[in-house]
């Protein structure tokens, strides 16, 4: 079994940042792909990130490529979202999923675990 566990989250301003952390125990994932999605209010839920299992290959959404970062730290189990430049829309439940393949997919359907989530607030 594989548990997900996500930080970071918070209230910050416009033009602010934030670091999400995703833990994962229960098994070695430093083999997998690891994503970042997020969920606003009355929206679908929404690819944001995802990294390939040495770091080495990254992958983004349109929305955040140039102002969010996914980093990992296989020797801790983490993975990281460094987001800057917060806009207002950035608004959202963010969450961390592991992926029990190679491919960096921008699909949900492609993580079978998810982390519980963390809320992200950007005030205006």
């Known amino acids: 079994q594989v548990q997900l566990v996500e930080s970071g989250g918070g209230l910050v301003q416009a033009g602010g940042s934030l670091r999400l952390s995703c833990a994962a125990s229960?098994?070695?994932?430093?083999?997998?792909?690891m994503g970042w999605f997020r969920q606003a209010p009355g929206k679908e839920r929404e690819f944001l990130a995802a990294?390939?299992?040495?770091?080495?290959?990254?992958r983004y959404a349109d929305s955040v490529k140039g102002r969010f970062t996914i980093s990992r730290e296989n020797a801790k189990n983490t993975v990281y979202l460094q987001m800057n430049s917060l806009k207002p829309e950035d608004t959202a439940v963010y969450y961390c999923?592991?992926?029990?393949?190679?491919?960096?997919?921008?699909?949900?359907?492609?993580?079978?675990?998810w982390g519980q989530g963390t809320q992200v607030t950007v005030s205006s």
């Open positions: 990294i390939n299992w040495s770091g080495s290959s990254t």
């Open positions: 999923a592991l992926s029990r393949s190679t491919v960096m997919s921008e699909s949900g359907a492609g993580y079978p675990y």
């Open positions: 229960g098994r070695t994932f430093s083999f997998e792909v």
